[in-house]
């Protein structure tokens, strides 16, 4: 499939809890790192603070409680009308906490992207950190990938790799895991935007040859 036409300028941030990843990406756009403008940031919980971190920092922030509406359907849809109001070239999941309907993914596809806290393929849902310990894995690590109707199984744009130590609990590889997310997404949108790095709703390309594996990024 070919490219998309021009690199992408605006970005939307989907987001359920407290916003680190969201931090990130909005430290690495004021400091002219990543040239992306964040356009909106929409949780699925009203109380969340990473809504308060966006309008801190004066990005237009929403909630839509699924609660709220008398369907998942009628939710996603005004999920999908708040984010078409703005019109964002990419959509960012970032600690957002919700699957959603194949519909959904199609109607943003080549535009959705997720950060998952493993090595994709392996260990995709719940749990990674704590699988990855229970099975001996020797590293962790996070993975960029585009969305698409099965979760985690999409193209992988990039991955980071962390070290799991002897001593390792859950909670500890989950914010050492938490470091490399903070340093892998803005990189990856920073190349996204930069047009070296493209997607399509299947495709992922990388200056302008179709990506076969993963960018690697440094966790140091």
């Known amino acids: 499939m070919n490219r998309p036409a021009h690199p ?9 809890g407290t916003g680190s990843n969201l931090q990130a990406i909005l430290e690495a756009s004021r400091s002219g790192k990543l ?3 964040p356009a909106l940031v929409v949780s699925d919980r009203a109380q969340a603070p990473a809504l308060d971190r966006a309008r801190q920092q004066g990005v237009p922030a929403f909630s839509l409680e699924r609660e709220t509406f008398p369907s998942r359907s009628s939710w996603e849809s005004a999920l999908c009308e708040k984010l078409d109001q703005y019109r964002p070239d990419l959509v960012a999941m970032a600690g957002f906490m919700r699957v959603l309907r194949a519909e959904t993914v199609q109607h943003f596809a080549g535009r959705l992207l ?34 698409i ?11 980071i790799r962390v070290p799991i130590l002897p001593d390792d609990t859950e909670l500890l590889l989950i914010e050492r895991t938490k470091q490399a997310e903070h340093r892998l997404y803005p990189a990856v949108l920073a190349e996204l935007a930069s047009g070296r790095l493209a997607v399509t709703p299947d495709t992922v390309f990388w200056k302008g040859a179709r990506l076969e594996s993963p960018l690697e990024f440094p966790f140091s």
């Open 114 to 147: 997720n950060i998952h806290p493993s090595l994709l393929p392996r260990h995709p849902g719940l749990h990674p950190h704590r699988r990855a310990i229970e099975e001996g894995d020797p590293e962790h690590g996070a993975t960029v990938h585009l969305v």
């Open 8 to 16: 992408p300028r605006t970005l939307a941030v989907l987001v359920s």
């Open 149 to 159: 109707p099965e979760v985690d199984a999409g193209p992988r744009l990039a991955r």
């Open 35 to 37: 040239p992306l403008e």
